[in-house]
């Protein structure tokens, strides 16, 4: 009895100790004194460089063996310079990429699978981020940081109006039923502009789904999509969605190329991080306009598109594990989104480049350091539960093809003018989608 | 042992060829390598790897697939010889008007040559670009009275295209034309004026004189512009063929990598040298042909007179 009693006992011990084994499987970093490279863009932009000098001193302060060295590569010419250093054998060992599928391909980047399974910190990351994410069913690449879709509330229109701005806490339904309230096209005003619910929707609806309905395995033109095309269609048409012509922008704004969400005349304008400073500062003095920024609209699947930056390891690495804890401490890890977030704060730049992560922690400095504006489209990040889907078309197998067939069929346009059904078209385009990525994972495996 | 001497000519030609070795070498270098390279390129599939570059020879499989299965670069090519028709006649046709204007004795000239000169000169291919999406190189008027949507209804879609094209971007083409203008110059200036004067003489108008002297005079003019023209725009930064291979160097995921690119580069050469051959065929300079002009009755009457002077100064002198 005993023996068994003890027998059951180490069972126990050894199950409830399986998790952690699994989490803590990442081998031991090396404590040789090595020297890693890495590349990331966006040094131009103000604060970028100070982040990233922020990011590499909080690396080698923990990791003291470890010195980093920045590769500077042109941003205008991203890929020649990674081509032309490949050609000589001499790409980073962690670096950014515009297409992963293309570095994929090019057989630059390392399988990361065995370190999304292994790092208990990869938890972290939003789960579409890891899930949509994958070629052939393996992880290349790493998100670095992420550029969600705000929704940019013309706060005046809405006082003209006598319209209450809503709860942070919104549907798609309330967003269009505002849109429909708000819009009074006769003066030239608009509820919504720049309707990318073709892009929006399958996350929305679906909460795994990338444009064109990724989904980290395959592509699906389904109702989702073919809700939302429709759906832009009929805003459009209605003009509940400012869809100005040039000789309309020449009457009424005084120039043809005019951006009329910029001039005030759109309620509620889907935009993305980096225009805030702008509509902070040019489009308030020129138009008097007072604008608050609002998270996406809540849809059934709780999804929401965000533009993603990625990174890879360089498959040449001679220290994958070394360039992984790298990539995490200068991108996508809670410790480095704090950083970044602090190192912004510090320079007085608002935050452009947002957490690819959950962490309470990272998303709840954001709030406690953000000012009135934009307050409520953190809180509504912390408190909805929402699943980031990230920006689909640097990864997914075979966008090209699909890319380029949607765009030479003018497949939206045709839509608008109610020249096709999208439910017509949607299994075609399904087909050819898929077909492109079975060409692609066929390519990468000759 | 006697040292053999060069002697002047070739001492001369010696001379000419160290001249000519800076080009050569950089011809051979910057221009031969790579178009060997290329061509060798354009039948394999290359990957620049992380471990360096992997080649492996697909025979004319890069070239097949632009044809069969590419779904965008056959388009562009299409694309870019409409436009380039259009944009062609139009360079040609504008640059010929202005330097005959340019031609005549009026004031200021060397500022009006200066002007039409001048945004070769200034506007390269970024700010171009800058240019064109600010909407300075459309035509305000073209949008304000719907001219664009006037062609798109009468016209298939086909040419509708290339035309609204070429009306949107009119400034630009016409920018386009500093140098066509000034060797049509050099060709105007060149035109001997008492060719002019004995046509006027002969009652020839400015109408027939175009036609009849200027227009047969300039035709190496004319040749040399088309060329020069059509590879202008074939090279220009703004080319969206070129932009397409530039992307698909770099893109393997679809349908690219340097293989399909360099067959793209090849296919694009090929065609153009076609076009350029069209060119060549059509506005080559015919022969000089002799006319046999029928007299007229005033010249057989001076003749007869000339004749019979002759012939009593003869009678008079036996």
Redesign the interface.
């Known amino acids: 009895m005993k023996k068994l009693l003890s027998m059951l006992l180490i069972l126990a011990l050894a199950m409830s100790a399986m998790p952690f084994a699994l989490a803590e499987g990442l081998e031991p970093l090396t404590t040789d004194e090595i020297t890693l490279r890495y590349a990331c863009w966006g040094q131009a932009e103000a604060g970028e460089p100070e982040v990233l000098q922020a990011l590499i001193a909080q690396f080698e302060e923990a990791h003291p063996n470890i010195h980093v060295e920045f590769v500077p590569i042109d941003q205008g010419t991203w890929d020649a310079g990674l081509t032309n250093l490949a050609s000589q054998g001499q790409l980073p060992d962690v670096f950014w990429v515009f297409s992963v599928s293309a570095a994929v391909s090019n057989e630059w980047a390392l399988d990361l699978t065995e370190f999304y399974e292994k790092d208990p910190d990869a938890q972290e990351l939003y789960p579409t981020m890891v899930s949509s994410s994958k070629i052939g069913g393996k992880n290349y690449s790493y998100p670095a940081v992420l550029f969600p879709h705000m929704v940019f509330m013309n706060k005046t229109l809405f006082d003209k109006y006598n319209v209450d701005l809503p709860s942070t806490d919104w549907t798609w339904d309330d967003y269009f039923d505002l849109a429909e309230e708000l819009s009074h096209p006769e003066e030239f005003y608009f509820g919504v502009s720049n309707p990318l619910y073709v892009d929006l929707f399958p996350a929305a609806i679906n909460g795994n789904q990338g444009k064109f309905g990724w989904d980290g395995e395959a592509y699906h033109f389904d109702d989702a999509w073919v809700e939302a095309v429709e759906t832009r269609a009929e805003v459009i048409n209605n003009k509940i969605c400012e869809w100005m012509s040039a000789e309309d922008k020449e009457a009424v704004l005084g120039d043809p190329g005019a951006w009329p969400p910029g001039k005030g005349r759109t309620a509620m304008h889907i935009d993305w991080p980096w225009t805030m400073a702008m509509f902070n500062t040019t489009v308030k003095e020129e138009t008097g306009c007072e604008f608050v920024y609002y998270p996406l609209p809540m849809g059934e699947g709780k999804g929401e598109l965000a533009i993603v930056d990625n990174g890879i390891i360089a498959a040449s690495t001679e220290h994958p594990r070394e360039a992984w804890e790298l990539a995490k401490w200068m991108s996508w890890g809670p410790m480095a989104a704090l950083k970044r977030q602090e190192t912004y704060r510090s320079l007085g730049y608002p935050v452009s480049r947002m957490p690819v992560v959950s962490t309470p922690e990272v998303w709840q400095d954001l709030v406690d350091n953000a000012d009135d504006t934009i307050k409520g489209f953190y809180e509504a990040v912390l408190t909805r539960g929402v699943n980031f889907v990230p920006s689909n078309w640097p990864v997914c197998p075979g966008w090209g093809e699909i890319e380029a067939y949607y765009n030479s069929n003018d497949i939206d346009g045709k839509i608008l003018r109610g020249e096709l059904s999208a439910a017509d078209v949607a299994a075609e385009l399904e087909e050819v989608a898929n077909r492109g990525r079975d060409n692609y994972l066929a390519s990468i495996a000759e | 042992m006697k040292k053999k001497r060069f002697g002047l000519v070739a001492r001369r030609e010696m001379k000419g060829y160290i001249f000519l070795l800076p080009w050569l070498i950089g011809f051979v270098c910057f221009f031969a390598v790579p178009l060997v390279q290329s061509f060798i390129y354009s039948l394999s599939n290359v990957?620049?790897?992380?471990?360096?570059?992997?080649m492996s020879y697909v025979g004319f499989d890069n070239f097949k697939y632009l044809f069969n299965e590419d779904?965008?670069f056959t388009?562009l090519l299409t694309d870019f010889y409409r436009e380039a028709i259009l944009r062609l006649a139009v360079i040609l046709v504008f640059s010929l008007v202005i330097a005959m204007m340019l031609n005549h004795n009026i004031k200021g000239k060397g500022v009006y040559r200066t002007i039409f000169f001048l945004p070769i000169i200034v506007v390269s291919g970024p700010v171009l670009q800058r240019l064109m999406d600010?909407?300075a190189t459309t035509v305000?008027l073209i949008?304000?009275y719907?001219v664009s949507g006037i062609i798109s209804e009468l016209l298939p879609a086909s040419l509708a295209n290339p035309l609204n094209g070429l009306f949107t971007q009119l400034i630009l083409v016409l920018w386009y034309s500093g140098v066509p203008i000034l060797i049509y110059m050099a060709g105007l200036q060149k035109i001997d004026r008492s060719v002019y004067e004995a046509a006027l003489i002969d009652g020839a108008g400015g109408w027939v004189a175009f036609w009849k002297i200027t227009l047969p005079a300039i035709q190496p003019m004319i040749l040399i512009n088309g060329i020069y023209t059509l590879v202008f725009l074939a090279t220009s930064g703004l080319n969206s063929v070129i932009s397409e291979i530039n992307s698909r160097?770099?893109?393997?995921?679809?349908?690219?990598?340097y293989g399909v690119a360099s067959a793209m580069a090849w296919v694009y050469t090929l065609t153009l040298a076609v076009g350029l051959l069209v060119i060549y065929l059509v506005t080559k300079p015919r022969k000089a042909t002799v006319v046999e002009v029928s007299k007229t009755r005033e010249q057989i009457r001076v003749e007869r007179l000339h004749a019979q002077r002759a012939a009593a100064r003869k009678g008079g002198a036996a």
């Open positions: 990957k620049m790897t992380a471990a360096g570059r992997k779904t965008v388009g600010e909407g305000p949008e304000s719907g160097m770099f893109n393997t995921s679809f349908g690219g990598g």
